[in-house]
């Protein structure tokens, strides 16, 4: 019976005696005194100072490889593919270490390997008003759960896609694409170009090229690997999968310029395996792509062994035409960095890592590994390294080929600083050591000015000239209470924030730009709630200045604890946790609730109008709220 | 339903380090089900017993004390899910799947099931709730819980072929 079974697994797990220990002497201290209001704050930050211990372990060796590699780029052209190989091989192996591997079945290639010329096609939704993802760049698209070209909107529910036909209070779902024999665990996004659908996903499983069946060799070819899938969605009732791309690692991020896909993974090579990675077994210490067709192992020449080798991941980024249905190029580096910024004709990947001098004092650095790109091509550039960490995406921005970015550097205190560097990475401009012991919260670049919040004990919105960007200035500073999370330009003139009042609530607020050294607040509004997804998750929020439209989720919960005196003990509504999703209209210097609609789920919410009515995506269902009356008019 | 019927006063007190004793398994496990990660797990309880420290509960009888921190335990685990740091480590964290695909009969495909049908699964044959006393607790309705019983054991059959249930 599947229920013995269950108690069997279920009753052999149980908590470590030592974190038993640990929290019945917590239990003990903390019963006379008050407890902090966010321990689970507390719990990440903890958890991220190990990691950092981690992380730091192998910076010393790290630099000493740096130099010694250095040498072997001049020689790359030169060497074989075999003796690159030969060489990753030896660096991989030496990170070879025992731990528990796991295999299953292997699943069936069910893929369609027909490509076919792009047709002309009218685009869909020609005439209609509808809103795009919002972006950190206006050109470049970037994947997201919830999509609309104008007529049909396609949703991620886990591993699902529901199709709907958008006819407003007549919307209906047409058509389900059950994916979970593609994907783990949730399907991580999707971009629609002219009539198809690409679909991001990523799984763990042998890769059907291996035509050895035997146990060993299923075991030893398991790995993550990142699939695109391209649906052709001319009707959508019946989708059908077109193409289907592989390469190695898992998802890590993406984005979209006109039809070429640029997808980012990160490939660890087999080290945790039981079984020794041997040399001919290229599969375990290589990455592999398929374009549709055929099964490779990357070119020697399209890794970059500038840098170190005794990092034990490989940062891919690979780009694809959707248009041709082409895989066009691959370019790899070690290393666990993430692709941060995308402009139209570079892609910035960046690394942090920690420095420790003692136990308590550390620093940190970032690697920034610049690509260009153009139409698929992509060429390394350089890489460098700078003080401080990058908060998000929209913290880098390019203008005339210089980069310029925020960061905050962990010192005896933290540092904040704003770089300008030119089309080789190297500094041409900075102001450094702004707003001692705060961090950045957020920062917008707008056209020649920057906008960035720091916050600990008060909050000032900096704005920045960057008009010379050998000489970058500090212009204006404005200190009110409470931060900003996300900054959106709103109108010429007008900056939007979202972020949080000194006790924790969500508050919005309009600031006034248009004098840059003297920039005001018009207005901000608390609403009655903890969290809003949109402050970490730029897709959830929607700002439209044309329609005059703010959306955005929130949650309200309660971490509380000081009034609990008064609370009523079987009252179980007191842990109530409800979302709801806000639509603003801003006018006449003031914000306007328009409407509260209540939702289900718990997160990953996104919303999106087409003319004049609103959906809003929620557990796999979908809100339609007309933008005349503002009520929910249907739930499909 | 068993919230409210079996008494008539709250009188019935547990000391946390009883309490803890007694439950810290059972909160233990199910935050394990919803989160799929020994060390959220373990954050998960101690947040858990802290709220039970200072709101001081009294209940009913044994089975409401059992329910409240049930209802605690999802509730700080959605807070968990859902928070930003989560959120971005959500995707390396694979190592106790792989070592409970080594270990275990079917648990390890359980793990592999959406969020909510883990929690109604692990409620309903590992705690033995009825379909009424899991929409309760997770505070949803009877239907719901159905379904989400229902989808999650649809999955279960296909990926534990033969497996009775």
């Known amino acids: 019976m599947f229920k013995d079974k269950l108690k069997n697994d279920l009753d052999k797990l149980s908590p470590d005696e030592q974190t038993k220990s640990a929290i019945l002497s ?38 000493e490889n740096v130099k010694k590699h250095e040498k072997k780029v001049t020689s790359q052209t030169k060497t074989s593919n075999q003796t690159v190989y030969d060489k990753i091989y030896k660096a991989v192996n030496k990170k070879n270490r025992s731990y528990k591997s796991y295999f299953g079945e ?25 809103s795009k993802t919002n972006t950190v760049v206006e050109d470049v698209d970037e994947d997201d759960l919830f999509k609309t070209d104008g007529d049909y909107i396609y949703q991620v529910d886990e591993s699902d896609i529901n199709i709907y036909k958008a006819e407003d209070k007549k919307t209906k779902k047409i058509k389900t694409l059950d994916l979970s024999k593609y994907t783990d665990y949730n399907i991580k996004g999707m971009y629609l170009f002219k009539n198809k659908l690409v679909v991001l996903t990523t799984y763990y499983d042998v890769l059907p090229y291996t035509s050895c069946k035997c146990k ?34 898992y998802y890590n991020s993406s984005r979209m310029i006109d039809d070429t896909l640029y997808l980012s993974s990160t490939y660890t ?80 990947f960046t690394e942090e890592s920690y420095r420790y001098y003692n136990k308590e004092q550390f620093t940190n650095k970032t690697k920034i590994t610049k690509f260009s790109i153009d139409n698929g091509a992509i060429k390394f550039v350089a890489s460098k390294k700078i003080e401080g960490g990058i908060l998000n995406s929209f913290s880098m921005d390019e203008k005339d080929g210089y980069l310029r970015l925020v960061t905050t550097q962990q010192k005896d205190k933290s540092y904040n600083h704003l770089f300008v560097l030119d089309k080789n990475l190297h500094k041409v401009g900075s102001v450094e050591n702004l707003a001692k012991n705060e961090r950045i919260y957020s920062a917008r ?40 999370n996300y900054l ?74 000081d009034d609990y005196d008064d609370y009523d003990y079987e009252d179980l509504s007191y842990y109530e946790d409800v979302s709801y999703y806000y639509i603003f209209k801003f006018s006449n210097n003031k914000f306007k609730l328009k409407a509260r609609i209540k939702l289900d789920d718990i997160y990953k919410f996104r919303g999106l109008y087409i003319d004049d009515y609103f959906y809003i995506s929620d557990s796999g269902h979908l809100r339609i709220v007309s933008l005349k009356t503002f009520k929910q008019v249907k739930k499909v | 339903m068993f919230f409210f019927t079996t008494g008539t006063e709250k009188h019935y007190i547990m000391s946390s380090e009883q309490a803890f004793n007694k439950y810290s398994d059972m909160v233990w496990r199910l935050a394990l089900s919803k989160t799929a990660s020994r060390e959220n797990a373990d954050d998960i309880l101690q947040d858990v017993f802290m709220k039970y420290v200072h709101k001081k509960p009294k209940f009913y009888d044994e089975e409401h004390l059992k329910a409240w921190l049930l ?4 509730n ?64 949803s309705t009877p239907a719901t819980v159905k379904t989400w019983l229902f989808r999650g054991r649809e999955i279960l059959k296909q990926t534990l072929e033969g497996e009775d249930f």
């Open chain 1, 26 to 63: 917590r239990i003990d201290n903390e019963k006379v005194k008050p407890l902090y209001p966010k321990i689970i704050s507390a719990v990440a930050a903890c958890l991220a100072i190990v990691l950092a211990v981690g992380v730091m372990a192998n910076v010393d060796k790290i630099d």
């Open chain 1, 269 to 348: 090579p087999d080290i945790y395996s039981k079984n020794k990675i041997k040399k001919k077994e290229k599969s375990r210490y290589l990455p592999i792509f398929y374009d549709g067709k055929n099964y490779h192992y990357q070119n020697s020449g399209c890794i970059n062994l500038s840098d170190k080798l005794d990092k034990t991941s490989y940062s891919i980024i690979a780009s694809y035409s959707i248009d041709y249905n082409l895989k066009i190029d691959d370019k790899s580096f070690f290393g666990y960095a993430d692709l941060k910024f995308v402009s139209n004709n570079n892609a910035y």
């Open chain 2, 76 to 139: 700080c685990s959605n807070s968990f899910l859902r928070s930003p740091w989560e959120k971005k480590t959500q995707a390396l964290d694979d190592s106790f799947y792989i070592e409970m695909k080594e270990t275990s009969q079917v648990y390890y495909e359980v793990l592999k099931l959406p969020e909510k049908y883990r929690t109604a699964i692990h409620l309903h044959y590992y705690e033995g709730y009825s379909v009424d006393e899991i929409a309760k607790i997770c505070k």
């Open chain 1, 445 to 484: 670049f707008l056209g020649d000015y920057a906008y960035f919040v720091t916050y600990r004990n008060t909050d000032p919105l900096f704005c920045a000239d960057l008009s010379n960007p050998q000489e970058p200035k500090i212009v204006s500073e404005l200190k009110i209470p409470g931060f900003s």
């Open chain 1, 216 to 249: 060993y060799c299923t075991k030893i070819n398991k790995q993550s690997y990142t699939t695109v899938l391209i649906y052709d969605v001319k009707n959508p009732k019946e989708a059908k999968l077109k193409t289907k791309f592989i390469q190695s690692g």
């Open chain 2, 71 to 74: 209802r605690v335990t999802i």
């Open chain 1, 488 to 561: 959106h330009p709103f109108g010429k003139n007008k900056i939007f924030g979202l972020g949080e009042t000194d006790g924790g609530n969500t508050k919005i607020a309009m600031y006034d730009i248009s004098n840059k050294e003297k920039i005001k607040e018009i207005v901000t509004k608390k609403l009655g709630a903890n969290y809003s997804d949109a402050s970490y998750d730029h897709h959830a929020i929607m700002v439209d200045e044309k329609k005059n439209l703010i959306a955005f989720p929130v949650d309200t919960f309660n971490y509380n604890y």
């Open chain 1, 106 to 130: 292997s699943i069936k290639d069910e893929h369609s390997s027909d490509s076919y010329a792009s047709d002309t096609i009218q685009e869909p939704g020609a005439s209609k008003d509808y």
